[in-house]
């Protein structure tokens, strides 16, 4: 698609663009205001890591040192960079010494190694140790290559290009694929910045988003060939990062978000509106859920989860994503027709799976197809299993060139399904060991309008979006 369907003439789109772009771009005050606090602590750090014995030095990475922040954004990367001389071990010592800087409150998360996480005077900031490394050499660890990004975008991107990202930032925000993280599986802040480095502009990127098909390669750098990169990394999406060509930035983004955001870009191209930035909430009453759960005609089962130990989020999401799916696979394994499944949680204390149903109630037979006649052995095998089993209803018959069976299903409703398979917490269908401990401590299987008792806040919001289903930029 032409990105000059949203230039020519198009007088709107300027106007929005710089009512956009103001919303989006920090004033002077809270620039000044993330820059101090920034140089200070860089500086109080360093100071702290050489008392410490420590020849390295704290920088801000990300979005904060390559400019491209949204307005109102409180997140802040500080790395604590190693001479490259030392050994792992010095990785944790360093981790030690910002412990040490931020008192209590810190929280440990792990990546390939550890790293905390703090509120600092307001702002919300992780701390990562790293090795100052020379990109020819190779890396150390895989949090050396944030500084090689520091580099690489603060040279290519240019001034302007900073509210070009900004832009595309708050478009894939509003849109639900920005973040990289486990939740999303979307457009990391970096993978943005490669995007409109190599498009020019965010009507660039969108331009050419709306012509993409699975296995697209961007790379910047152009240093192999595409159908090797295709066989190399077998993503929907392939973005070489330009100081690491064996990694794919856009690795973690997945077939949903990919084609979320290609169907947004052709959308907003053809109509450029302002709810693709910032989508309107519309308001949500309990009382309305229930009566559109009354009017389904399909069932909603909801798996609710109490929990008492949250574990980090993009180690929680991923056990709540491979719960979900294993216990749709389940549902259809047993021949319930599986519509769709969603996961949420308030990432505190409760998770609630849920899975909209054609029914949860199937009938109790069943007709089973065996095996064609003519196969003597199979024939012999279907045989012995169905013709004076308790579950036969009728059969086994001939129809055409094979035998037929009516059997009892095991389960008929699905609730019961779930509630069975979950007593041991659903390890025997495929739930993760430390979900599986949580959910075998305590769990609910709700039907439809049963989740009355949990329609408030964030949940009320998430199930109004999965049960109108449409997103709110399709008109």
Not at 37 to 44: G, P, S
Not at 246 to 268: E, K, Q
Not at 284 to 306: D, H, K, M, Q, T
Not at 352 to 358: A, D, K, P, T, Y
């Amino acid at each position: 698609m032409r990105v000059e369907t949203i230039l020519d003439g198009r007088v709107e789109w300027g106007a929005l663009r710089g009512k956009i772009l103001e919303r989006v771009t920090p004033g002077e005050a809270e620039r000044r205001l993330i820059e101090a606090f920034c140089e200070r602590t860089e500086r109080e750090l360093t100071a702290r890591l050489r008392e410490a014995g420590l020849r390295a030095v704290a920088e801000v990475h990300g979005s904060t040192a390559h400019g491209t922040w949204l307005s109102g954004e409180r997140d802040v990367d500080i790395f604590l960079v190693l001479d490259p001389s030392y050994g792992r071990d010095a990785l944790q010592r360093a981790l030690d010494v910002a412990k040490a800087y931020v008192g209590e409150g810190w929280t440990e998360a792990y990546a390939e190694h550890p790293y905390i996480r703090a509120v600092v005077e307001g702002f919300d900031v992780e701390f990562v140790p790293c090795f100052r490394v020379d990109p020819r050499e190779g890396l150390i660890s895989a949090t050396d290559r944030t500084p090689l990004h520091t580099r690489f975008v603060n040279a290519r991107l240019p001034r302007a290009g900073q509210d070009e990202v900004r832009l595309l930032k708050q478009f894939a925000r509003g849109i639900g694929v920005y973040g990289a993280e486990v939740k999303i599986g979307g457009f990391s802040g970096y993978l943005c910045e490669l995007l409109v480095i190599r498009f020019g502009s965010f009507e660039g990127v969108l331009g050419a988003a709306a012509g993409w098909r699975r296995g697209e390669v961007v790379d910047i750098a152009g240093g192999a060939e595409r159908e090797e990169l295709k066989k190399r990394f077998r993503d929907p999406l392939i973005v070489v990062d330009p100081v690491d060509p064996g990694r794919n930035v856009a690795s973690p983004v997945t077939d949903t978000a990919l084609w979320t955001f290609v169907a947004a870009a052709r959308a907003f191209l053809r109509k450029p509106e302002e709810r693709f930035f910032y989508p309107e909430e519309e308001p949500v009453s309990p009382e309305a859920l229930l009566e559109a759960l009354r009017g389904r005609e399909s069932n909603l089962l909801f798996v609710v989860i109490e929990d008492d130990d949250v574990d980090v989020p993009d180690i929680l999401w991923g056990q709540l994503y491979k719960a979900e799916k294993a216990l749709a696979n389940l549902l259809r394994k047993r021949e319930f027709h599986v519509i769709r499944s969603a996961a949420w949680s308030d990432e505190a204390s409760r998770h609630i799976l849920v899975f909209e149903l054609e029914s949860a109630a199937i009938p109790g037979v069943v007709k089973l197809k065996g095996p064609p006649v003519e196969m003597a052995e199979s024939s012999e095998r279907f045989l012995r299993a169905h013709l004076n089993a308790d579950s036969t209803v009728s059969g086994p018959w001939i129809e055409g060139r094979r035998w037929w069976v009516e059997t009892r299903r095991k389960q008929t409703d699905a609730s019961s399904l779930l509630s069975s398979a979950l007593r041991d917490g659903g390890r025997g269908v495929g739930v993760s060991r430390r979900l599986s401990d949580k959910i075998a401590q305590g769990y609910q299987v709700l039907m439809d309008e049963e989740i009355a008792g949990h329609l408030r806040g964030d949940f009320a919001r998430f199930l109004h979006r999965f049960l109108k289903g449409r997103p709110v930029w399709l008109d």
